[in-house]
């Protein structure tokens, strides 16, 4: 410790002698606008999740994961077990659509449409896209899907699937570009097809990166409301099946219990709102543990 020590210092004092003093002061004063930056950043991000934490964890316990929603809102009891379930499986049911789509529609975008007049209007169709309210594409699966096969847990996962679809294409784009050629060329030099030289070099790569866009549209698809009011319905029991009968999700009974004047409503959407923050804190801890294993294979 003490060579390492002395080893830093010996640099931090060459670094200085080295460099002029106001290049010093500008790396400080850059280095100060950084932190402040950060910390900024972390003001409302912290005062957000204290204040759910504290309005919403006196109404965690087992009974919450376990038990049906109360069938009169504005009494106390009851529990999440039915939206905490069905948020699980429509959020599921639309990564499972939407994530391998998104994923091999970036890499034709950029391992083999490049400037190609397709490239260039899937891209910009991924841009629009990205910026249609859910509100619009939730009628859009409304008008395509519900009316025909009625309210269900797959029109939801088919409605979240289109939100997250061009985040996933858009993101996994930009990670593939951060990939050096060189290493796509090394590939070729051993005789491995274009093909394979994506599977094995290029995606393991870029999967970091990769898993961090996912799990943003994962997030967002989460937290929407709006296309699953008009999807899923409003069901207080628990259905595990995605094709038959309608569901629900915490994101919708957090719309309708906080805009009720009852206590315990209220103390119910903040319950599910702490949960809904919980899950997707879990699954990003968990896909950034995966896409560190996969890197350090990949490196090795």
Same mark, same amino acid.
């Given at each position: 410790?003490?060579?390492?020590?002395?080893?830093?210092?010996? %640099?931090?004092?060459?670094?200085?002698?080295?460099?002029?003093?106001?290049?010093?002061?500008?790396?400080?004063?850059?280095?100060?606008?950084?932190?402040?930056?950060?910390?900024?950043?972390?003001?409302?991000? $912290?005062?957000?999740?204290?204040?759910?934490?504290?309005?919403?964890?006196? %109404?965690?316990?087992?009974?919450?994961?376990?038990?049906? @929603?109360?069938?009169?809102?504005?009494?106390?009891?009851?529990?999440?077990?039915?939206?905490?379930?069905?948020?699980?499986?429509?959020?599921?049911?639309?990564?499972?659509?939407?994530?391998?789509?998104?994923?091999?529609?970036?890499?034709?975008?950029?391992?083999?449409?490049?400037?190609?007049?397709? #490239?260039?209007?899937?891209?910009?169709?991924?841009?629009?896209?990205?910026?249609?309210?859910?509100?619009?594409?939730?009628?859009?699966?409304?008008?395509?899907?519900?009316?025909?096969?009625? @309210?269900?847990?797959?029109?939801?996962?088919?409605?979240? #699937?289109?939100?997250?679809?061009?985040?996933?294409?858009?993101?996994?784009?930009?990670?593939?570009?951060?990939?050096?050629?060189?290493?796509?060329?090394?590939?070729? #030099?051993?005789?491995? +097809?274009?093909?394979?030289?994506?599977? $094995?070099?290029?995606?393991?790569?870029?999967?970091?990166?990769?898993?961090?866009?996912?799990?943003?549209?994962?997030?967002?698809?989460?937290?929407?409301?709006? *296309?699953?009011?008009?999807?899923?319905?409003?069901?207080?029991?628990?259905?595990?099946? @995605?094709?038959?009968?309608?569901?629900?999700?915490?994101?919708?009974?957090?719309?309708?219990?906080?805009?009720? *004047?009852?206590?315990?409503?209220?103390?119910?959407?903040?319950?599910?709102?702490? $949960?809904?923050?919980?899950?997707?804190?879990?699954? $990003?801890?968990?896909?950034?543990?995966?896409?560190? +294993?996969?890197?350090?294979?990949?490196?090795?």
């Amino acid at each position: 410790m003490t060579d390492l020590f002395l080893e830093s210092e010996v %640099e931090r004092l060459l670094l200085e002698a080295t460099t002029s003093r106001s290049r010093r002061v500008k790396n400080r004063l850059a280095s100060l606008w950084m932190v402040g930056s950060l910390l900024v950043a972390l003001v409302p991000l $912290t005062l957000v999740i204290g204040y759910v934490l504290f309005k919403g964890a006196g %109404e965690i316990s087992l009974a919450w994961f376990t038990e049906d @929603l109360p069938a009169i809102t504005r009494k106390p009891g009851g529990g999440m077990g039915p939206a905490i379930v069905g948020t699980l499986l429509i959020t599921a049911g639309a990564a499972i659509l939407a994530v391998p789509l998104g994923i091999l529609g970036a890499v034709y975008l950029h391992e083999y449409g490049g400037k190609t007049y397709t #490239a260039r209007l899937v891209r910009f169709m991924a841009d629009v896209m990205t910026g249609v309210p859910s509100i619009v594409m939730g009628l859009f699966i409304y008008t395509v899907w519900t009316l025909q096969f009625g @309210l269900e847990g797959i029109g939801g996962s088919l409605a979240l #699937a289109c939100l997250m679809l061009p985040i996933i294409i858009r993101s996994t784009e930009e990670m593939l570009r951060l990939v050096p050629d060189e290493l796509r060329q090394a590939s070729y #030099a051993l005789g491995n +097809r274009k093909w394979r030289t994506i599977i $094995t070099v290029v995606l393991p790569a870029s999967f970091g990166g990769i898993t961090s866009g996912v799990m943003i549209a994962i997030a967002r698809a989460a937290g929407e409301t709006a *296309p699953l009011v008009f999807t899923i319905g409003a069901a207080r029991n628990l259905n595990l099946d @995605l094709f038959n009968g309608p569901m629900t999700a915490l994101s919708v009974q957090i719309f309708g219990n906080a805009q009720t *004047p009852f206590d315990a409503a209220q103390a119910r959407a903040w319950g599910a709102a702490l $949960t809904l923050v919980g899950i997707v804190f879990i699954f $990003t801890v968990l896909a950034r543990v995966i896409s560190a +294993r996969v890197a350090r294979r990949h490196n090795a």
